[in-house]
């Protein structure tokens, strides 16, 4: 890897950790919009787990757990509700999936977890 770039690793985590809030906090909306509907309540627990998981995921805290249960929900995503769709259905959920894996080894230097010490190896 090219040296001088790992100074900039930590603000990196820290824009990717900002984008992926702001994405899955719009993300959320749509789903919290359908409480009462058939399958309203399942698609309104994802849309506040959506709508805090990624306040947290962008304040960077608990970032590895949370990071962890948004990978097993965007590959429920591709595998199932995502199933048929063509690629560039698809291309969102993929690069929101590939980014998780990136948080799941934690939120770098500029996150909450490693202020409070709770970093997890």
Same mark, same amino acid.
Not at 19 to 33: D, K
Not at 99 to 120: H, K, P, Q, Y
């Given at each position: 890897?090219? @040296?001088? #770039? +790992? %100074?900039?690793?930590?603000? !990196? =985590? ?8 702001? $994405?899955?906090?719009?993300?959320? #909306?749509?789903?919290?919009?359908? +409480?009462?509907?058939?399958? *309203? #309540?399942? %698609? !309104? %627990?994802?849309?506040? =787990?959506?709508?805090?998981?990624? &306040?947290?995921? %962008?304040?960077? +805290? &608990?970032? @590895?757990?949370?990071?962890?249960? =948004?990978?097993?929900?965007?590959? $429920?995503?591709? =595998?199932?509700? @995502? ?7 698809? @291309? $969102?959920?993929?690069?929101?999936? *590939?980014?998780?894996?990136?948080? $799941?080894?934690? !939120?770098?230097? +500029? ?8 970093? #997890?190896?």
């Amino acid at each position: 890897m090219i @040296q001088p #770039f +790992f %100074a900039l690793l930590d603000w !990196g =985590f820290l824009l990717l950790r900002i984008a992926l809030g702001v $994405v899955l906090i719009i993300h959320a #909306f749509p789903r919290l919009r359908r +409480f009462g509907s058939p399958g *309203g #309540f399942w %698609a !309104g %627990a994802l849309g506040v =787990f959506e709508l805090l998981g990624g &306040l947290a995921i %962008a304040l960077g +805290f &608990l970032t @590895q757990i949370i990071a962890g249960l =948004f990978v097993i929900e965007f590959l $429920v995503i591709l =595998f199932a509700a @995502q199933r048929k769709a063509s690629f560039k259905e698809k @291309q $969102v959920s993929i690069l929101v999936l *590939g980014a998780m894996l990136l948080l $799941v080894t934690g !939120g770098g230097a +500029f996150s909450l977890d490693e202020t409070i010490g709770w970093i #997890f190896y």
